[in-house]
């Protein structure tokens, strides 16, 4: 025969925020246990993949840790992954030459009037 395990709390149903588990007490019991939702991590705002070195939190604990544990110390850090960040910098270089090229053609090209 199966022990029965009884609700401790209120609210019964099956709901996203009302997960449990049974657990095994050190008195041979059981138990529910309450869990906690699964937090998920801050992504990449380009390529959507989760930040390294950004703990994945639930958003209440954001608010009580460090803004050293939330963000990385980088330009765009805690918002943008390396990648993504570099290949900003590359292609605005890229631009940016393209640009003084442009330039250089077009004063190549008019003759100088004397």
Do not use: W
């Not at 009884?6 to 099956?14: A, D, G, V």
């Amino acid at each position: 025969m199966v022990q029965r395990v009884t609700l401790r709390t209120r609210k019964s149903y099956n709901t996203k925020s009302n997960g449990k588990r049974i657990v095994k007490t050190p008195g041979g019991k059981l138990r529910y246990l309450v869990v906690k939702k699964q937090a998920t991590s801050p992504k990449c705002g380009d390529c959507h993949i989760a930040l390294p070195g950004v703990p994945a939190l639930r958003p209440r604990q954001y608010a009580q840790i460090s803004k050293r544990q939330k963000t990385v110390q980088r330009a765009y850090g805690g918002s943008r992954c390396a990648n993504c960040v570099r290949d900003r910098i590359v292609r605005s270089f890229l631009v940016e030459e393209a640009k003084i090229v442009k330039k250089v053609i077009k004063s190549q090209g008019k003759p100088s009037k004397k």
